[in-house]
């Protein structure tokens, strides 16, 4: 479909877990519990990993404090996610492509796929490490191999979303059970690691890590991933069912981020016991942390545990980071492409860096590579969680749900946070360069007005919702899943007596009806047939409840009421899933006994059909009346 469609966010596995009927309250709490583990994966990736060793072998405990306000942050931030996602049934950057004009909605999705390469790049780097730790394999060998685990998730998907979260939490217990094993061996030091938990001010490399955790605890693209993940539960779209939803989401949220702050507090305990302890402060590359743990902790076990959790690690946050490209792309720029490439797309964004890294770098460059990619994500925050403010205050369209004042307060305040520790550590950056580069020219030409075009752009979107009814009525086009339907001609009568009509609400529809009206006449019955393709809409089917559904209804129903007062006899079909699947199961229903069916081929060239996908092809070899392509 075009994308000047909007579709339902993740429409693979929409309203896919059913919630209702469930008497029992630990069954109820059972059955919402699911996706912030999802997102709890992305609190313990190779990113962290590398923040974590680095800031527990040269700060000891001092900086678990900075875990500790970072994983408070991120509660906070994934409940105003659930917010959105459950009361308005949109994702942070459906939200996003609605409130903003579309040359910013652009340069927002840029700067979230940058943050999901960075993402992706420490889970490639991570596994290719595990794997180089746990089998000897060269890094670049390892880094290949991560190119086909991606599509794991494809295979996940179609067994529904419940089996991928259990895949999911089944690597979270490897990696917890793993960690608890290694803290028995290591033995920290109780009152030292108390202490850690006193905020303290960092010195300047202390804040270069600290803003790394941040980044790695906090991370873009799990808010993006949240709000949509939420919508694979049904809910009861009254106040009462909103609220249960939100109650438990909660729940889910606050055990699932609690087991992720296990885990990073775990690896900077270990890092401080055993690195820092013994006066090895310079321990930030994981391979030398696998290395030394053996001598250290007089245990072979030890490394082993620590290459097996690195790769369920690795392995389990690639599988998220792949969900939220896929969501990130659909949502900004309302464009569905097939999923293996898309899957495709987010690992070759990642790969191709930890290429280049490895061999002109070496091998011992992965560590300065993962705190890098995690800063990256810290930078990115700011334009994901301003918008994510501005849409759950939003009184109107939170319909009653907005936050209330003191979380807006905190809200900001951790907004505010994450923005000046930012901009400090972009400051310190530059003089650094433009003290050490021997062509300072190209800093204040090239990167210095890029940095400022940036904030530019990050007062934009935090002022511009403040402005937008007085200024933004010539900028914001009517951003519904689809356009507005175009009124229908009057028609020349023909005959045929049952003509089917798919419809995907594009430029195309127009023709598809006319031709279909002019073939059948006004004796005949027509039936008008939509498929919603969110990622809900293919895990949940008919069970969905969002606002690309709520569209689709309306559409169909616009275009029955202009027919029906032209004279013609018209009913309504709307399926939800694949097209090319449920197109066919419609047309070869034997009560319906259809004799034509009229489809828009929607005028795709060779490499649109590969990244789109070509329904015309599929469905008309799954059935068995005549098809007239317009």
Known sequence: MSKDNQRQSLGEVHNSVNTSGKKSKWKKILAFLGPAYLISVGYMDPGNWATDLAGGSKFGYSLLWVLLMSNIMALLLQSLCTRLGVVRGVDLAQASREEYPPFVNFVLYIFAEIAIAACDLAEVVGMAIGLQLLFGLPLLWGVSITVFDSFLLLFLLNKGMRKMEAFIIALIAIIGLSFFLEMVMAKPDLPGVISGLVPSVPTNGGLYIAIGIIGATVMPHNLYLHSSLVQTRTIKRNKKGIRQALKYNLIDSTIALNLAFFVNAAILILAASVFFKNGMYEVAEIQDAHKLLEPLLGSSLAPILFALALIAAGQSSTLTGTLAGQIVMEGYLNLRIQPWVRRLITRLLAIVPAFLTIIYFGERSTGNLLVLSQVVLSLQLGFAIIPLIHFVS????????????????????????????????????????????????????????????????????????????????????????????????????????????????????????????????????????????????????????????????????????????????????????????????AINDEEQRYDLLVLGRHGHTFFKDILLGTTVDAVRHRIDIPVFIT
């Open 394 to 585: 939003d009184k109107k369209k939170m319909r009653g749900f907005h936050i209330k004042w003191h979380t807006v307060i905190a809200s900001w305040v951790v907004s505010i946070v994450i923005v000046v520790l930012n901009v400090k550590l972009v400051i310190d950056e530059l003089q650094q360069w433009i003290q050490h580069s021997d062509s300072s020219i190209y800093i204040w030409a090239i990167v210095i007005p890029i940095v400022i075009a940036t904030g530019f752009l990050l007062l934009f979107i935090t002022f511009w919702p403040f402005f937008k009814r007085e200024l933004g009525k010539r900028w914001i086009k009517n951003h519904a899943p689809h356009k507005t339907p175009s009124i229908i001609s009057k028609i020349t009568d023909k005959s045929y007596k049952n003509i089917a009509i798919a419809l995907d609400f594009s430029s195309s529809d127009e023709k598809s009806i006319n031709r279909a009206l002019q073939l059948g006449g006004k004796d005949c019955n027509y039936t008008l047939i939509h498929c919603v393709e969110t990622p809900g809409a293919f895990i949940y089917g008919k069970d969905i409840q969002d606002y690309e559904t709520d569209k689709d209804t309306e559409f169909l129903n616009l275009y029955k009421s202009q027919l029906e007062e032209l004279g013609y006899k018209v009913s309504v079909i709307l399926n939800f899933g694949n097209p090319r699947k449920e197109i066919p199961k």
